[in-house]
């Protein structure tokens, strides 16, 4: 019985060693390989314009603005037409209010 026990653990070890040269090995040809483009972060688009096209049919345009603001600022992300489309923009989907209401329209 302790010899499985010390065998399972040891199988344990080898693994967790196993999947961590691995993942070293996997970061280090990333870093390493210099054919790879650098990742250079999007564009900051123009949240004023983006957000005036979102919430130009909203009945509260003011509101709707400062809001979309805010979460365009914080996502750099708006999404299509006037309303709806979230899958389109991950973070500006979740964002709530205190409420769990969505924040972004």
Do not use: W
């Amino acid at each position: 019985m302790a010899i499985s026990k010390a065998l399972a653990s040891s199988f344990l070890i080898v693994m967790l060693i196993l999947h961590l040269a691995r993942s070293d090995l996997v970061i280090r040809t990333m870093v390493d390989d210099p054919s790879s483009p650098p990742l250079a972060p999007p564009p900051h688009i123009d949240c004023d314009s983006e957000c005036d096209r979102r919430c130009k049919l909203s009945s509260r345009p003011n509101l709707c603005k400062r809001a979309c603001g805010t979460c365009c600022d914080r996502c750099n992300c708006v999404p299509s037409g006037t309303s709806g489309h979230y899958e389109e923009c991950d973070c500006y989907a979740n964002q709530t209010t205190h409420g769990g209401r969505h924040k972004c329209p």
